[in-house]
């Protein structure tokens, strides 16, 4: 037999399914069945990840795990339900969010990278600045926080302002013929978000659809303990969005545009990312830009119905908006789970942690801590320290596009309400079948 490892003696094609199962097995079966087992055991972590009733209705389970205490041991390692807790951690230099693969078993490593493959790679994996540490998470932020600044913000209002209107003419149009029911989130939640940030990176709204088809795939891969056939699914689905990135650097090579991904493709060789850097970094803007964003426009739309007086004061007063986009992310967070690893030992919530244990914190369970915010259960417009919420995380990982997210929330809803100050939600909202990110698939609606 010939000498090497197998996957330099075999052709790369005919190894793919191979390194499919390995790749799902390693970030999947494996965290699924220690999930399943934490399930059975009564342990919270398990329970909200594997059991579909508790991912609709968290809340209750983010109580229990708080009774336990600031810190608790879950599954999949300490949990932590307590904003200070969670803050602390967020902010720590003690933790990072990548972790030390040498100190693996040989199995899980080998596994690792036997599967590692760009073309199969999701938006939580490295390079992904979500998940690696300084110095590389630094320079990766650096290349793209220009394009976020309060100002550039700010100068791309025109443009959500001009896409929510757009969209809400073809609403009123949709609304005479049929009668004004629709989906909501099919035709108005899921688009401006990803219209908006297909416009901002320069990548063409007209495929608009396969991002949304890419993306849903995308954010399943962030949920540990994916069933098989669904990851196969979300696989196929980042094969393709790989492909059409890899089509359109090679464009923006020949024919760069004044966008931020011609800027990232172009950049100095000193400065230059890596073909996979690229990959990562603007798959990640693409997918956060609209995966989240999507979701708390649906929460906000079925929060506001089931609280119609805090809906007609906004109807009334138009300058509530701020604090209502940031009551919904505090009282119903898009994304409700993170977590961090401990890259020294340290101390917190009165736990000694030692290097390389893995943290959950509940970023959800946080936003409602009593001990930050009055009667956190209610729902409430006019809440005043509501921006103290952590649904954009905090410290080096904070969100990169809170600002643009707030302004598509805030022109979003409000333009909306002023068009459809009668909208009603008309059906059962169906929640996405997700559990890190919280948000509906469907959400049936009457405009008039
Ligand atoms: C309501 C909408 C949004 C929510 C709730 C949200 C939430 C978050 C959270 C919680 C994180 C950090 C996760 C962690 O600390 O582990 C994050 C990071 C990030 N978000 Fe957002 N996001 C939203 C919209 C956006 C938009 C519109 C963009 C536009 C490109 C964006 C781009 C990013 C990027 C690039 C990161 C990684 C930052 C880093 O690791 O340094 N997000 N987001």
Redo the contacts with the bound molecule.
């Keep these: 037999m010939a000498a090497g490892t197998l996957s330099e003696r075999m052709p790369a094609a005919a190894l793919r399914p191979a390194r499919t199962v390995v790749r799902w097995a390693v970030r999947h079966g494996l965290p699924a069945v220690y999930l399943q087992r934490g399930a059975r055991g009564g342990d919270p972590v398990g329970r909200l990840l594997r059991h579909p009733a508790v991912r609709d209705e968290p809340y209750a389970l983010y109580e229990e795990v708080r009774a336990r205490g600031p810190l608790s041991r879950g599954s999949l390692g300490p949990v932590t339900a307590s904003h200070a807790v969670a803050s602390d951690i967020?902010r720590s230099a003690s933790f990072g969010?990548g972790w030390d693969r040498s100190a693996a078993p040989r199995l899980i490593r080998w596994a690792l990278r036997f599967g590692d493959e760009l073309d199969a790679a999701g938006v939580a994996e490295p390079p992904s600045?979500?998940v690696v540490d300084p110095p590389d998470?630094t320079r990766f932020?650096r290349l793209?926080s220009r394009a976020?600044t309060p100002r550039a913000t700010a100068a791309f209002k025109p443009v959500v302002q001009r896409t929510a209107d757009t969209l809400l003419d073809a609403l009123e149009l949709h609304s005479d013929k049929q009668g004004g029911e629709m989906d909501l989130v099919e035709t108005y939640a899921a688009q401006l978000?990803v219209l908006v940030?297909a416009d901002l990176l320069g990548v063409p709204t007209e495929r608009r659809e396969d991002f949304l088809r890419w993306g849903a795939a995308a954010a399943a891969t962030l949920d540990p303990g994916l069933p098989f056939r669904r990851y196969v699914a979300a696989e196929r689905a980042l094969r393709a969005m790989h492909a059409f990135l890899r089509e359109h650097f090679d464009q923006l090579r020949r024919v760069p545009g004044d966008d931020l991904v011609s800027r990232l493709v172009g950049l100095p060789e000193d400065e230059a990312l890596t073909e996979r850097e690229l990959h990562a970094t603007v798959m990640?803007?693409l997918g956060?830009?609209?995966e989240?964003?999507v979701?708390?426009l649906g929460n906000a739309v079925v929060l506001l119905d089931g609280h119609r007086d805090q809906w007609d004061a906004l109807l009334a007063d138009p300058a509530g908006w701020d604090g209502a986009v940031e009551e919904v992310?505090r009282h119903d967070?898009?994304?409700q789970i993170?977590?961090r690893s401990v890259r020294d030992d340290v101390v917190v919530g009165g736990w000694e942690l030692r290097a390389g244990t893995r943290v959950t914190v509940l970023?959800g369970a946080a936003n409602r801590d009593p001990d930050v915010f009055t009667d956190p259960a209610r729902f409430d417009i006019t809440r005043g320290n509501a921006r103290d919420h952590l649904?954009?995380?905090a410290?080096?990982?904070?969100?990169?596009?809170?600002g643009?997210?707030r302004m598509?929330?805030v022109i979003g809803l409000r333009s909306l309400a002023e068009r459809f100050p009668a909208l009603r939600v008309s059906g059962r909202p169906v929640r996405r079948n997700l559990q890190t990110l919280r948000g509906f698939e469907h959400l049936p609606v009457t405009l008039r």
Excluded at 395 to 402: D, E, M, P, S, T
């Design positions: 967020l969010v600045m979500l998470h932020r793209v976020f978000p940030i990640l803007l956060a830009g609209f989240t964003t979701n708390l992310l967070s898009p994304v993170t977590g970023l649904a954009f995380s410290g080096i990982h904070y969100c990169v596009g809170a643009l997210a598509e929330g």
